[in-house]
Nanobody, 114 residues
Framework: VQLQASGEGLVQAGGSLRLSCTAS????????MGWYRQAPGKQRELVAT???????DYADSVKGRFTISRDNGKNTVYLQMSSLKPEDTGVYYC?????????WGKGTQVTVSS
C-alpha cells in the first residue's frame, strides 16, 4: 500500500491550503485516517482524524480552521486548512489505517509566513 501526499506550499498567514493523500488501494474499508504534523524541533502531533463511521476529531489548535474529509471514489483523504498561522508550519503526514495495518505517506511541507 502506498500513500501519495500532495498540496505542499508556502502561504501567507490567513491563507488557505488543501492537502491531498491518495492511496494505491481502495479506502472504502479503511478503519480510520488522519493527518499529523511535525514542526521543526518538535514531536509529531495529531492534527485531525476521520473514522470509517464519519466521526472527526481535531487538535484544539486547529479546530474551526481545518477540515478532514475523504473521497472514496478517488481513494483520497483531504485536509482543508484555512486561516493559517505561522505556527501551522511543519511537515504534514497522512495516515490510513486498515485492519491489517497502518500506512503513512511521505511528508509534505507547509510553510506559513507572517
Amino acid at each position: 500500500v502506498q500513500l501519495q501526499a500532495s498540496g505542499e506550499g508556502l502561504v501567507q498567514a490567513g491563507g488557505s491550503l488543501r492537502l491531498s493523500c491518495t492511496a494505491s488501494i481502495n479506502i472504502f474499508r479503511s478503519d480510520s485516517m488522519g493527518w499529523y504534523r511535525q514542526a521543526p524541533g518538535k514531536q509529531r502531533e495529531l492534527v485531525a482524524t476521520l473514522t470509517s463511521g464519519g466521526t472527526t476529531d481535531y487538535a484544539d489548535s486547529v479546530k474551526g480552521r481545518f477540515t478532514i474529509s475523504r473521497d472514496n471514489g478517488k481513494n483520497t483523504v483531504y485536509l482543508q486548512m484555512s486561516s493559517l498561522k505561522p505556527e501551522d508550519t511543519g511537515v504534514y503526514y497522512c495516515m490510513i489505517s486498515w485492519s491489517w495495518g497502518d500506512y503513512w505517506g511521505k511528508g509534505t511541507q507547509v510553510t506559513v509566513s507572517s
